[in-house]
Nanobody, 124 residues
Framework: DVQLQASGGSFVQTGGSLRLSCVVS????????IGWFRQTPGKGREAVSC????????YFADTVKGRFSISSDNARNTVYLSMNGLKPEDTAVYYCAASTRWYSGIRESDFDSWGQGTQVTVSS
């Protein structure tokens, strides 16, 4: 039974930082990539970042480059999204998802397993 659990979302002021966690179970951690996506009401889901465990490649959306970083703790089957210099436009529900075939770019269809979201709210 594949499960992805996203957590760590909170309320933060503009310029603040948060670290989101994605805990993976039911998959071979070394064989997957974990992507982070975000969604706001009335808008489509946006790819934010991704990290592959099998080749180490990363992806960042232009809107978050230089502010967000992605990392993993393989012993804990966990991927982290560290968010710095947060802006009100970063407010969204953040989701993590797993892929067994991601290499570059982001296609939602490449991600087969999705976790529940965690709310990030950045106040001005």
């Amino acid at each position: 039974d594949v499960q992805l659990q996203a957590s760590g979302g909170s309320f933060v002021q503009t310029g603040g930082s948060l670290r989101l966690s994605c805990v993976v179970s039911g998959l071979s951690f070394g064989d997957i990539a974990i992507g982070w996506f975000r969604q706001t009401p009335g808008k489509g889901r946006e790819a934010v970042s991704c990290l592959s465990m099998y080749h180490g490649s990363t992806y960042f959306a232009d809107t978050v480059k230089g502010r967000f970083s992605i990392s993993s703790d393989n012993a804990r089957n966990t991927v982290y999204l560290s968010m710095n210099g947060l802006k009100p436009e970063d407010t969204a529900v953040y989701y993590c998802a797993a892929s067994t075939r991601w290499y570059s770019g982001i296609r939602e269809s490449d991600f087969d397993s999705w976790g529940q979201g965690t709310q990030v709210t950045v106040s001005s």
